[in-house]
């Protein structure tokens, strides 16, 4: 049956109506705009600001790949930063870049096991650096590893003896230590506290930032007394240092700034317990009973808080207990120490298991006492001697209990110990010497003392019988002359006169020989740039003992040029000293 053309045109648009007006139902107002159809719709761009929703695939269905050879449209993301991080390959970084990571790199491995093998791996690195500003960079990069980990100050102290020993002897234009002490002075002239508009905003924020300032600043300080331990500091330096300290707390306690304050208090007490043993000797006793005098006033003051005053109290019972502390200082150790450590805790409470016996720090024992019981047992009787004290610092005392004897007197009876952990004694000088086991440090100690008894007598001849008397036989004479010069420097005129006149008594004698007195003296000039360090007037100094040296006939001035090699700075001054003896 035929259908009408009118029927066929209206059945054939039938679908597309259905389809408009669906989706005109899902249009608020039901009004659709005008010319509005579904393709309309679908083909709609999202909006500024707005995402394509991605495309949606039936479960198991995977997206289409992209044909070989093509690569993928990069996505932008949303939050994409001004500055993203990108990694860069190692042919794009130079050699500066290069050389300092790698000391960053080994400074991170540096243990207390592999010392040995990363210091010499260290000096290798640093030796390759030739530009002045990469040395300072990599200077202070040991300097910043040091002081962020104050437990390890020791080990970086002596890591930096090496440095500064294996450079020293190397053709360099930098001076280690210089450019590390010029770092040690900057860190420790800063402001212990910033000014508020550099602090954060937040309260949490800003103390955190506050207490690592504070630990950064108390590193420094505690790598500077282990730097003045291994001698790259001279004592002058300490002590204005200390003296700095002082005045510091003195100018804030005025300000009533107590933070600051009570800051620089915590580091004169950090310096203090650190080098106070190697300052406090006759040498410095009296600067060391005024330093005293004052913290004593400070512990009573009550200005400060309770735990600073505490402090200062600790550091004058150290003083006053000859530099030993109550508690072990708890250092680093190395694998094979902490292993031995263990072992003897394992013995010691087996030992107490056993026996009943409690091993104390003094060596002594503690709790029952055996006593041999029925069928071979052993039975703890009760320990009628006096029960261990306790101080405040938990540490554990035996009191020894003395019986009396005849006539009412105590008998004095020793207290057994199990193992014997007493210091052993020391050796004196005159035994070393004895024995004919002389070293260099012995030596210059031995010259030392007896150039001081020197500087208080003043008898010349003396002080020449003494010292051919120690190095009779050795090949140390040219210690003399090093030896007295570096020690003279920092007295007086006075004293270096002395010097300059053993110095003549000797030669005069035939005892110290033009080449004995040119190796002492070169050892002298080639260190002249780090004395100038502590000493500024070092030059001129030693300028006047060459041209006493002279005077005398102790040397010769082509002796000067020829072994001693003489620097440029030093020759004007050499030439002004002898038109004054003249």
């Known amino acids: 049956m035929d259908c009408p053309d009118d029927l066929q045109l209206i059945f054939g648009e039938l679908p597309d109506l259905l389809r408009n007006a669906s989706a005109v139902s899902r249009i608020p107002g039901g009004l659709p705009p005008p010319g509005f159809s579904v393709d309309d719709r679908k083909k709609k761009t999202p909006g500024p600001g707005q995402s394509r929703p991605p495309k949606q695939y039936p479960p198991g269905q995977q997206p289409p790949r992209p044909p070989k050879g ?3 449209p990069r996505q932008e993301l949303p939050n994409r930063t001004a500055n993203p991080w990108n990694p860069r390959p190692s042919f794009l970084t130079d050699e500066k870049d290069q050389a300092l990571r790698s000391i960053k790199g080994t400074l991170n491995k540096l243990t207390l096991e592999n010392f040995p093998q990363l210091s010499v791996k260290l000096y290798d690195l640093i030796c390759t650096i030739t530009e002045e500003l990469t040395y300072k960079e990599a200077v202070a990069l040991v300097f910043d590893k040091a002081v962020s980990e104050p437990n390890f100050s020791k080990m970086y102290s002596q890591l930096c003896v090496k440095l500064n020993s294996e450079i020293k002897g190397t053709p360099k234009l930098f001076s280690f230590r210089r ?17 508020l508009d550099q602090l954060p905003v937040d309260p949490v924020e800003r103390q955190i930032m506050k207490d690592k300032i504070k630990r950064r600043k108390l590193g420094n300080v505690k790598f500077i007394g282990e730097l003045f331990k291994q001698k790259l500091l001279g004592e002058k330096i300490i002590h204005e240092c200390i003296k700095g300290l ?10 009533d700034e107590k933070e600051l304050m009570e800051a620089y208090s915590e580091l004169l007490c950090k310096l203090m317990s650190t080098i106070g043993k190697l300052i406090d000797g006759p040498r410095a006793k009296e600067y060391m009973d005024a330093y005293f005098n004052r913290i004593k006033r400070l512990s009573a003051d009550q200005t400060f808080s309770s735990r600073l005053r505490f402090k200062f109290q600790d550091v004058l019972e150290l003083r006053s207990n000859e530099w030993v502390p109550r508690r072990e200082e708890n250092a680093p150790k190395k694998i094979a120490e902490v292993h031995a450590d263990a072992m003897a805790k394992q013995f010691a409470d087996e030992l107490e298991a056993v026996m009943g016996v409690t091993l104390t720090p003094t060596g002594g024992s503690t709790g029952t006492t055996p006593t041999p019981g029925k069928k071979g047992t052993v039975k703890g009787a009760r320990d009628t001697s006096p029960q261990p004290s306790r101080t405040t610092d ?5 009191g020894v209990k003395k019986p009396k004897g005849k006539k009412g007197k105590s008998a004095s009876t020793k207290q057994p110990q199990l193992l014997d952990i007493s210091e052993p004694e020391s050796i004196t000088t005159p035994n070393r010497f004895a024995t004919g086991t002389l070293s260099a440090e012995d030596v210059e100690q031995a010259i030392n003392n007896i150039l001081q008894e020197y500087f208080v007598n003043t008898d010349t001849k003396e002080a020449v019988r003494a ?28 004293e270096r006169d002395l010097v300059s006149k053993l110095f003549g008594q000797l030669c005069a004698k035939g005892k110290l020989t033009e080449q004995q007195f040119a190796k002492g003296l070169k050892t002298i000039v080639d260190s002249i740039n780090e004395l100038e360090i502590d000493i500024p007037q070092a030059s001129k100094l030693v300028a006047h003992f060459i041209a006493s040296a002279v005077a005398d006939k102790c040397i010769s001035m082509g002796t000067l040029e020829n072994t001693v090699g003489l620097p440029d700075k030093l020759k004007p001054l050499v030439t002004e000293s002898l038109e004054l003896k003249k």
Do not use: H, M
């Open 179 to 195: 450019f590390l002490l010029n770092r040690c002075q900057d860190e420790f002239e800063q402001n212990t506290i910033p000014a």
């Open 246 to 255: 002082f005045d510091d707390i003195q100018v804030y306690k005025q300000r």
């Open 70 to 72: 093509t690569t993928p």
């Open 467 to 494: 010292l051919l008397q120690l190095l009779k036989g050795t090949d140390f004479l040219s210690k003399i002359v090093e030896v007295g010069i570096s020690n003279s420097l920092e007295k007086k005129d006075k």
């Open 394 to 398: 938990e540490w554990q005392t035996q």
